[in-house]
């Protein structure tokens, strides 16, 4: 028989049994971080003595625990697992049966080895990205129609509308916009203008590079230009400023008092998109023209008039129309993704600039998509 007393240790332990066989080690006292370390020694050599084939541990005797004790009896009975003992844990109630569970609960993810992610094949793989992508498209299409339906709702009760943040949208969306979007869209035209140039001089049709630049600009280039260059400077920043107010609680807040987040924060950001992004438009053709208009004069010996004429033959009010439609579904798109990846965000700032990111990218690609079918739809009907 094994016993050990020590008296200057809070814990006491004695065993009975031998080697080979099985064994019941009993403990009493207080079993405390100050005694872990000693423990740890004690019990270690305690197995490499008896070195039996089950042990049993019996806490009946303990007076107390904490949880530096429990971990040490966890840690205790991973040892002995290590050995190909058996260790089993008896007259554990109470306190330390309440820290075992505890501990045991608490420690039992991080004991476990790292297990190695499976490989998986390409099938596999393309069938997770399809649901991801699916399961995107259909939030996405569930916050439009909320989004739509706090819109219409809140234009029958207007009192309802932050009208002040509708105009501080507008202006920060179509004011502080409109010199890069003018910008952007005269160097446009001065490139499709000079490009197309070098071939249709060939065939002594330079005035027909005026038709060229007013069709392309009006109904393609200047409504995709203008929602892409609003989607990188505008919707970008209602994910970021959404998606801050997510991180500070600020929207739970709101909640909390009872407004509602869609009404009170993506309404106005809507409503303004709905009113800036046709007139931007607008401005980019025209300055898209006016780009080639500038070329014309000055480099293929065209007089302004006759540019303009023939810039007013090859439009139709149907193609002006079009593009006006075309830019108030790039402002709905815009606007839905950015609120809705502000709304998204969970964590810290790092989170913050991942909604900003995506945003930009969402919108982009919708916006291309939506131009496509627009484009199919314009060829169907001849317009």
């Known amino acids: 028989m094994f016993r050990h007393h020590p008296q200057e240790k809070e814990y006491g332990i004695s065993s009975e049994g031998s080697a080979g066989e099985g064994a019941v080690v009993r403990l009493s006292g207080r079993l405390t971080l100050r005694s872990l370390e000693p423990f740890g020694h004690?019990?270690?050599?305690?197995?490499?003595?008896?070195?039996?084939?089950?042990?049993?541990?019996?806490?009946?005797?303990?007076?107390?625990?904490?949880?530096?004790?429990?971990?040490?009896?966890?840690?205790?009975?991973?040892?002995?697992?290590?050995?190909?003992?058996?260790?089993?844990?008896?007259?554990?109630?109470?306190?330390?049966?309440?820290?075992?569970?505890?501990?045991?609960?608490?420690?039992?993810?991080?004991?476990?080895?790292?297990?190695?992610?499976?490989?998986?094949?390409?099938?596999?793989?393309?069938?997770?990205?399809?649901?991801?992508?699916?399961?995107?498209?259909?939030?996405?299409?569930?916050?439009?129609?909320?989004?739509?339906?706090?819109?219409?709702?809140?234009?029958?009760?207007?009192?309802?509308?932050?009208?002040?943040?509708?105009?501080?949208?507008?202006?920060?969306?179509?004011?502080?916009?409109?010199?890069?979007?003018?910008?952007?869209?005269f160097l446009l035209g001065l490139i499709i203008t000079f490009m197309s140039s070098l071939q249709l001089r060939q065939f002594g049709a330079n005035l027909y590079v005026a038709d060229l630049v007013a069709i392309s600009i009006v109904r393609e280039l200047g409504p995709i230009m203008t929602a892409i260059l609003v989607a990188g400077r505008s919707g970008s920043a209602f994910a970021a400023e959404i998606g801050t107010m997510q991180v500070n609680e600020e929207v739970d807040a709101l909640v909390t008092m009872g407004f509602d987040p869609m009404t009170f924060?993506?309404?106005?950001?809507?409503?303004?998109?709905?009113?800036?992004?046709?007139?931007?438009?607008?401005?980019?053709?025209?300055?898209?023209?006016?780009?080639?208009?500038?070329?014309?004069?000055?480099?293929?010996?065209?007089?302004?008039?006759?540019?303009?004429?023939?810039t007013h033959a090859a439009l139709t009010a149907p193609a002006i129309l079009a593009s006006l439609v075309k830019a108030e579904v790039f402002a709905v798109l815009i606007a839905t993704v950015g609120c809705q990846r502000g709304f998204r965000v969970r964590g810290g700032a790092d989170a913050v600039g991942a909604a900003a990111t995506s945003a930009v990218v969402t919108s982009i690609f919708l916006i291309i998509i939506a131009d496509s079918a627009f484009a199919l739809v314009q060829q169907y009907l001849g317009i």
């Open 265 to 310: 924060l993506s309404v106005p950001k809507l409503l303004a998109m709905l009113a800036v992004t046709p007139i931007l438009t607008v401005f980019a053709d025209l300055h898209g023209i006016l780009g080639g208009l500038v070329v014309g004069v000055a480099g293929l010996d065209l007089t302004a008039r006759a540019y303009l004429a023939e």
């Open 42 to 185: 004690e019990s270690s050599a305690l197995l490499d003595a008896l070195g039996p084939s089950s042990v049993t541990l019996d806490l009946s005797g303990m007076s107390s625990i904490d949880s530096a004790g429990a971990l040490a009896l966890l840690r205790l009975k991973a040892m002995a697992g290590e050995r190909g003992i058996p260790l089993a844990i008896s007259g554990d109630g109470g306190q330390a049966g309440r820290l075992l569970a505890l501990v045991g609960e608490r420690t039992g993810r991080a004991s476990e080895p790292p297990q190695l992610a499976e490989a998986s094949g390409f099938f596999e793989e393309l069938g997770e990205k399809t649901v991801s992508l699916l399961r995107e498209v259909g939030d996405e299409l569930t916050f439009q129609g909320e989004l739509l339906k706090a819109t219409a709702r809140s234009c029958l009760a207007p009192r309802a509308v932050r009208w002040a943040d509708v105009l501080f949208y507008m202006r920060r969306a179509g004011v502080d916009g409109f010199p890069i979007v003018s910008l952007i869209s």
